[in-house]
């Protein structure tokens, strides 16, 4: 287990879910890096440090972007398309994180690559479950490819 | 008519033909014959006279030669006999023998006496004493029986006498004569036999003949013991010799005629048994007779060949022309027989012909009555011939045919022309049926009409049918006339031959423009391709449905639906295509509307369920949260929590309104009238004057008098969503300015909002009329304004975009609304 945090965008236009997300990691076992940002071209901004974006000297290239799929300005497939056609990012793992069970929303995620499409639960107690196994499949168990161009900065 | 004239021609011709033919035949037998008589008693008559002539010219050359013989024979006979007398008168030689006689011692002298005998041309001689001893002789051998026999006589005081009965020494003949010795007073002193060859005098004489004849034959015969005696050799047929005899019984030789007596010409049968003709005549002063005779043949012959080859000739020729003309007839008869075997044929074939007939046949003579039926008039009115015969066809008369058509039909009759036309007549069982009849009057050679023929057809069918048809007909023509759709009969190259539209109006050219010419060229491409492939489609497999194309028209775009179908096939014709092209523009509006209308329910379920589960599923967690804080006691944290339930408590009765009120205007237009679009523009300032005022918003507004058509609360809603919209984005611009206006596109008016703002990334122009879609998530409203707006004017047949040239560039919503128009238009 590394002992640097990971790092995790989170593009989430609801203020409520993210102070939800953000209690959740507090509490999760693993320890983790929370960059959140209100919609896709923030998201985008951040990404590639543009419009004047300057994140914080710590904050470091994100290991896993937490997305939601109805963003404001761009929405969460542009931010995915985006991402996953860039040498750079596309092997960032996508988590779609939203409250759409739409066939269509499902299908496009996949074939713009998203690593994982989850549906917002409805309570507490599983949106912590989901957050733990989360952070413990993509923090512990999973194996990344070692990343020749390093950091953001 | 016809058939029945043809009958009676025929049969009065093969009377004619069958008499002439047996006259002719007997003529020419009877000439034949006569002519065959004539030449056969020409032919023996000629026969007759040619061989009498032949007979008589051969006969009269026979005689004269025989005669002449017989002169010769008679002349040699009398010399040997003179010169025997000659002999014994010679003074010497009566001195030496009667020397001799007195002194039969005188040998010299005998000597001398029988040199003397040869000296004389004789060939041998003998001197007999008058007792008939030898006193000497030229030969050794004694004197001849027949000699002997002479010496008698010429010693009972005959003359000298020549012997009939030649003797035969070696291969000589010999003939004796003997004569008396007499002393100067004339007393027998000897006897003297002198004996003479006759090979060398009579031989030649008979086997000479001075004509052309080969079988002429002349012999010396003579009785003797009997029998007939042939002195010579007969020469003609080897193997016989001098001295043969024939028996007296064998008649029919000329020989033993000539023996029996029988003197000149006589016809008979020769000892080789050949015909021939003789002439007999004897030699003068003695016994033998002369026979000369010929051969029939030799004579004969050609004229008999020659006789033979004419009749052959003849008769050749005759039996040629009688198997020639014979034949002839024949060919000639066969001919006819044939003919006349076909002509029956014919009237036979002619005669079911007419009994057989499909049609109702019926004669009556020239009063009417019924002489013949045939068996389809009685199959048809069930009448049979008992029942018809010699009555009047009125018998079939129903009532329902018109008196003027009777008087009408007696009339042509009458006038000796054919009646033709329709009857509506009544059978046996009193049914009526409808006819067809063709009635003509039969002449006689007097030129008097004597019957009438009718032939008729039960047409009861057909004039059913024919009515059935024109129902048929009609109703077909109602149904084409009820139809909306267009119908074209093409072939496979889409050529059109037909059209049937209900109403002319519904076509889009001239029918002109189209009869005769290709789809291929008289459609744009595109419907032209859509509809000669489904006319293919149908060629392969009978027909075509469901083909779909578009016709840009004045009116608008219209949708046009095919069915193809392949006519039944029509001998000498292409195959022919029946094309109905359904009118479904409205159909197809409607469908897209449905399409559209589904998208949007879709849309508008997505929306919600995630819209509405987003504040849910906050308000649900942080009420775990809340009562975790509490338990806590973390005072500070739960205030914190009980906002963001309240706020999202608050967000999604927000958005209930909003959908509330996007379904309220979603389903259709309240109210309909004629609004001024100043009216409306001045009610939304006053709305937003608050807002304006702050932001010191510069408002330009069209002072066109357009009249809009609709709800005008609705259109109140828009432009005051629009300006509320323009407001919020001003951004920091320093003197902002919002217009609305209206222009002129394509002869319709568009409405326009446009402001100076911040403007659009033209990424994010997509989805700016989505529900509950904010661009700014910290900006005031539900996110439902653009979607409103963008709803009632769809709803009101409108059509709403936004263009921005990016932020900073301000945004613009151009909008069309239906029936804009000009307030004093």
């Not at chain 2, 003529?27 to 056969?40: A, G, Q």
């Not at chain 2, 369920?609 to 599923?617: A, G, I, R, T, Y």
């Not at chain 2, 906050?618 to 973390?634: G, P, S």
Request: net charge negative; hydrophobic share 40%; aromatic share 8%.
């Amino acid at each position: 287990m590394k002992s640097e945090p990971r790092v995790i965008l989170l593009v989430e236009d609801e203020e409520a879910h993210a102070e939800i997300i953000r209690r959740n990691l507090e509490d999760c076992d693993f320890t983790s890096h929370l960059v959140h940002v209100e919609d896709g071209q923030f998201a985008l901004d951040y990404l590639y440090q543009r419009n004047g974006f300057r994140p914080p000297a710590e904050v470091r290239r994100p290991d896993i972007i937490l997305l939601d799929w109805n963003l404001p300005k761009l929405s969460g497939l542009e931010v995915l398309k985006t991402i996953k056609t860039d040498p750079l990012f596309k092997r960032i793992p996508v988590i779609i994180l939203t409250t759409s069970s739409a066939e269509a929303d499902i299908a496009a995620a996949y074939a713009y690559h998203a690593n994982s499409f989850l549906m917002k639960p409805m309570d507490y107690a599983h949106f912590h479950q989901m957050l733990e196994t989360l952070c413990a499949y993509w923090f512990a168990w999973n194996h990344y490819p070692i990343e020749s161009e390093g950091s953001m900065s | 008519m016809r058939i029945l004239d043809f009958g009676k021609h025929l049969q009065e011709w093969r009377q004619r033909s069958s008499s002439s033919n047996g006259s002719f035949l007997f003529y020419f037998t009877v000439v034949f014959v006569l002519l065959s008589v004539l030449l056969i008693l020409g032919g023996v008559h000629f026969y007759h006279s040619e061989i009498e002539s032949r007979y008589h010219t051969q006969l009269q050359k026979i005689s004269a030669i025989t005669d002449m013989k017989v002169a010769s024979i008679q002349e040699m006979r009398s010399r040997f006999l003179v010169s025997a007398g000659n002999f014994a008168e010679n003074p010497f030689v009566m001195d030496a023998v009667s020397q001799v006689v007195q002194n039969p011692t005188q040998d010299i002298l005998k000597d001398k006496l029988m040199e003397s005998v040869w000296h004389s041309s004789f060939s041998d001689g003998w001197l007999l004493g008058l007792n008939g001893e030898l006193l000497t002789s030229t030969s050794k051998d004694p004197v001849s029986h027949t000699a002997k026999q002479a010496i008698a006589d010429v010693l009972a005081g005959a003359s000298p006498k020549l012997c009939d009965l030649p003797t035969m020494e070696g291969n000589h003949i010999y003939l004796d004569v003997v004569a008396m010795i007499y002393t100067k007073d004339r007393k027998p002193l000897a006897v003297l036999v002198l004996r003479m060859d006759l090979n060398d005098r009579l031989f030649p004489l008979l086997d000479f003949w001075p004509g052309a004849e080969r079988t002429i034959e002349s012999l010396v015969v003579m009785r003797d013991k009997g029998q007939a005696l042939f002195i010579n050799k007969r020469t003609i047929q080897p193997g016989h010799d001098f001295f043969e005899r024939e028996p007296l019984t064998k008649t029919h030789l000329p020989a033993v005629q000539a023996v029996l007596g029988k003197v000149g010409a006589y016809y008979g049968i020769d000892y080789r048994g050949f015909p021939v003709l003789s002439y007999i005549k004897p030699i003068p002063s003695s016994a033998w007779i002369l026979v000369v005779k010929v051969d029939e043949d030799d004579f004969l012959a050609d004229s008999r060949k020659e006789t033979l080859l004419l009749i052959v000739i003849l008769g050749g020729s005759i039996l040629l022309i009688a198997f020639g003309l014979n034949w002839l007839h024949r060919k000639l008869l066969s001919g006819l027989a044939k003919s006349a075997e076909e002509a029956k044929k014919k009237l036979l074939q002619f005669s079911v012909v007419v009994e057989e007939n499909p049609a109702l046949i019926l004669i009556t003579n020239r009063t009417g009555a019924i002489e013949y039926i045939n068996k389809k008039f009685t199959e048809v009115t069930g009448y049979t011939q008992e029942d018809v015969i010699g009555k009047n066809p009125r018998i079939l008369k129903s009532g329902e045919t018109s008196r003027a058509e009777y008087t009408r039909l007696w009339k042509t009759l009458q006038a000796g022309e054919t009646w033709q036309g329709e009857f509506h007549n009544c059978k046996k069982n009193g049914e009526l049926y409808w006819e067809s009849a063709m009635i003509t009057p039969i002449f006689g050679d007097d030129g008097k009409i004597t019957h009438f023929v009718s032939v008729k057809e039960d047409i009861t069918m057909r004039k059913l049918d024919a009515l059935a048809i024109v129902d048929a007909n009609n109703q077909y023509q109602t149904i084409l006339d009820t139809m909306p759709d267009l119908l074209f009969e093409v072939d496979q190259e889409s050529r059109i031959y037909q059209y049937h539209s209900h109403d002319d109006t519904s076509l889009l050219v001239h029918p002109e423009h189209f009869l005769g010419k290709k789809m291929l060229d008289v459609l744009p491409p595109e419907p032209g391709a859509v509809c000669f492939a489904a006319i293919q489609e149908a060629a392969a497999k009978g027909k075509s449905i469901g083909g779909v194309y578009c016709l840009p028209l004045p009116k608008g775009k219209c949708w046009f639906e095919l069915s193809v179908a392949a006519l039944p096939v029509q001998e000498g014709r292409t195959p022919h295509f029946l094309l109905l092209a359904r009118d479904i523009t409205s159909r197809k509006i409607a469908e897209d509307e449905l399409v559209m209308k589904n998208a949007e329910i879709e849309r508008f379920i997505y929306t919600v369920s995630h819209d509405l589960k987003s504040p849910l599923v906050t308000i649900q967690t942080f009420l775990n949260y809340l009562e975790r804080d509490r338990n806590a006691q973390k005072e500070a944290d739960v205030v914190k929590d009980m906002n963001f339930i309240r706020s999202a408590a608050e967000k999604m009765a927000a958005r209930l309104d909003g959908l509330l009120e996007l379904s309220r205007v979603g389903h259709q237009v309240n109210k309909e009238e004629k609004v001024l679009l100043q009216d409306i523009v001045n009610e939304v300032l006053v709305l937003v004057a608050g807002q304006i005022t702050s932001r010191k918003v510069e408002v330009i507004s069209t002072q066109e008098p357009l009249l809009l058509y609709g709800d005008k609360g609705q259109f109140v809603e828009v432009f005051q969503n629009l300006v509320d919209n323009a407001v919020k984005f001003l951004g920091d611009q320093p003197s902002p300015r919002i217009e609305i206006g209206a222009v002129r596109v394509n002869g319709d008016w568009e409405l326009f909002v446009r402001d100076n703002g911040s403007g659009i990334d033209p990424n994010h122009l997509g989805k700016i009329f989505g529900l509950f879609h904010k661009l700014e998530p910290k900006s005031a409203g539900s996110g439902l304004g653009l979607a409103l707006v963008k709803r009632i004017i769809e709803v009101h047949g409108g059509h709403i975009q936004v263009e921005s040239e990016g932020l900073g560039h301000g945004v613009t919503f151009r909008f069309t609304l239906p029936n804009i128009k000009r307030q004093n238009q």
